[in-house]
């Protein structure tokens, strides 16, 4: 399915994927220290200098390459409707083990930076997980778009550090793609989200028209 599904962006890069799952380690033992270590003094230092170097091999310009005409001084644009926790640090990883156009499940767990309350998932990074799984399913469904709306129902509290399962159900009408998806702990269900975007098919949608990675400078 992968690979007959539409693409909405660049795919990130292979270091780019490992970089992320590392940061977001990293970022949960820092926040679990309890004293300061003479590590993130390092760390800090060694930040630094590699900001400089990563900020001199970049395009100068922020805004998303879009469009065939795209300025190759412009930022590459990624793709968002698959798996952006695998790339991007700041978003959930979570894991399909079924998806179709009606229904889909997998599995996700919650580090701690994701934390709110004491040994619980903050409930603005659920809000994003429901978006995640759902527009990823419509995305794969090839009918997607603009949102309409997004509610969250709170039931139980959700804890990080432990695996949780979801299940979504996707129904689609002429203009309107309806989701609603569930968090479940085993048999409990602790929170829903329901979603409702326009549907649109792939080729109406403005991020098919990103701009390619440009060639590497040798």
Excluded at 13 to 38: D, F, K, M, N
Excluded at 145 to 157: A, E, I, Y
């Amino acid at each position: 399915m992968a690979q007959d599904r539409p693409r909405y962006g660049e795919q990130p890069l292979a270091q780019t994927v490992a970089a992320a799952g590392a940061i977001r380690r990293l970022t949960g033992l820092v926040l679990s220290l309890e004293h300061e270590h003479p590590t993130v003094d390092a760390m800090l230092t060694q930040i630094a200098e590699w900001e400089s170097e990563l900020a001199a091999a970049i395009p100068p310009d922020p805004t998303p390459r879009m469009g065939p005409d795209g300025d190759e001084n412009q930022r590459v644009y990624l793709d968002h409707a698959f798996d952006i926790g695998a790339y991007n640090p700041c978003f959930p990883e979570y894991t399909f083990d079924h998806l179709d156009d009606e229904n889909a499940s997998g599995r996700v767990t919650f580090p701690v930076v994701f934390e709110g309350p004491p040994g619980l998932v903050n409930g603005g990074y659920l809000a994003v997980f429901f978006d995640c799984v759902t527009q990823h399913q419509s995305c794969a469904a090839r009918r997607t778009g603009k949102t309409r709306s997004l509610t969250v129902t709170f039931r139980r509290p959700t804890p990080i550090l432990t695996e949780l399962r979801f299940d979504v159900v996707r129904t689609e009408s002429e203009d309107r793609v309806t989701s609603t998806a569930r968090l479940l702990r085993d048999d409990e269900v602790l929170c829903i989200g329901e979603f409702n975007t326009v549907a649109t098919a792939p080729e109406r949608l403005s991020v098919v028209e990103f701009g390619k990675r440009r060639a590497a400078r040798r």
